[in-house]
């Protein structure tokens, strides 16, 4: 191959190569704004869902209370008459955010056509951003077996309208105090990353706070996920 033919060669890659990238570039813009939407709507179901843990957290809290206690807790939340339409509004917003997660991820792969050809340092992200979609899916799961059993499925022992004895006696039993704790420590990398992440996307953390929010958001995590796994510990420990 001589020099002309050389020539028009790397000509001709070139414009393959500049068409290609226009053309990677015209659907990246085109679904950029999508994805913004499905992530605003994932932050906002996430914020709630963390305000409703941290009520959640609380109120399982007044397992120290006694039986007597947190029965009663129990009872005044059925007679508000709100405790099924909040269940509705929680499976709406949890239905809203696992749709929104699998189709941003979807959009992700579908924009990464290739394999990156560095791989990327573990450094550059945290272990909560690395396991957003696994813990996502195994929270899930863990949910749906969690609220089944404290339901009736699979209970041994359960007694319609005795929420603490439903409760202490799936968590005596050390595996299922063990399965607790470990989704409570994905609910921290979880939430931990999604938080932060999500409010920044929402704009509600503006760029030069965004160190002390995060720090913020993080310990409000961890309180959750203490008060969590502290509840979970005391039928096994005794206390």
Known sequence: MNRHQTFR?????????LRSMNTATEIRSASRP????????MAATGFAMT???TLHMLGNLLVFAGQETMNAYSEKLRDTGLLWPMRLALV????VHVTCAVLTTRQGL???TQRYRIALRHHASSWGARTMRIGGGLLFAYLVYH???LYGVGHASYVPGDVYHNLESVLVQPLHAALYVVATAFVTLHLAHGLGSGLITLGVIPGRRQRRGRRVLTAWVWIVTL?????ALAPVLGI
Not at 9 to 17: D, G, K, Q, T
Not at 227 to 231: L, M, P
């Open 34 to 41: 999508a994805s913004v939407s499905l992530k605003a709507a």
């Open 9 to 17: 060669f790397s000509r001709a890659r070139l414009v393959l190569n």
């Open 110 to 112: 579908a924009a990464r």
């Open 92 to 95: 709406a917003i949890l239905g």
């Open 51 to 53: 305000l409703w843990l």
């Open 147 to 149: 609220v089944a059993q």
């Open 227 to 231: 008060g969590f796994a502290v509840e």
